[in-house]
């Protein structure tokens, strides 16, 4: 590793800057998470992250461009969460793809919930961080898609994709239905894979 050599000083700035940076994104996704993309605004994350407005737009343009750099920050994660294709067989792989999905409920709520968010609501001029999102979220699936599709060989390409198109919406009900406080997070996603694995099967038959 190459030896850094600017002065000490510079080093703490730096590192002062990634700090702020962290602590604005942060506040930003827990604001936005509650009161969505037009109920957000610079003062409420200014006052959430304990920085002044003046620190937020040395690092981003305006609020869109903040709540884009919260999803861009975000999404790698939850990709990683939800398709990292652990074990061999369908159950396994499907198992952990749901147990990759919880992860992310006890990880990232308040991206879960900007998401979210950002899918329901609809402008004239879409938000840049609805765009990134939408399409990450396409990209999820397409990985998800290749996953079955290496466990299932037999399972069409547009099968595989509607599944796990599904196997998403049903992660997208099962948080909705934690934000009540009454649900069985762990056997709502039991019941989830049983069902993942059940149309899988149901579906590469009807294919051969």
Do not use: N
């Amino acid at each position: 590793m190459a030896e850094d050599t600017r002065s000490p000083g510079a080093r703490r700035t730096r590192a002062r800057g990634r700090e702020s940076r962290r602590r604005i994104i942060e506040a930003a996704a827990a604001v936005a998470g509650e009161r969505g993309y037009e109920g957000t605004t610079i003062a409420q994350i200014s006052k959430a992250s304990g920085l002044p407005a003046s620190s937020i737009y040395w690092h981003f343009a305006d609020k869109d461009a903040l709540l884009a750099a919260v999803v861009e920050e975000s999404i790698e994660l939850w990709l990683g969460q939800v398709t990292r294709g652990e074990g061999e067989s369908l159950p396994e792989r499907v198992t952990a793809f749901c147990l990759g999905v919880a992860r992310t409920f006890r990880e990232s709520p308040d991206f879960l919930r900007l998401g979210l968010m950002l899918a329901l609501e609809r402008r004239p001029v879409e938000p840049v961080a609805r765009e990134i999102y939408l399409r990450l979220r396409g990209e999820a699936i397409e990985r998800i898609a290749e996953e079955l599709g290496r466990v299932r060989p037999g399972l069409t390409g547009a099968d595989a994709r509607l599944l796990a198109t599904y196997a998403l919406a049903g992660g997208d009900g099962i948080f909705l239905a934690s934000l009540t406080g009454d649900a069985d997070v762990a056997e709502l996603f039991r019941l989830h894979a049983e069902a993942i694995v059940h149309l899988v099967e149901q579906a590469e038959g009807a294919g051969t």
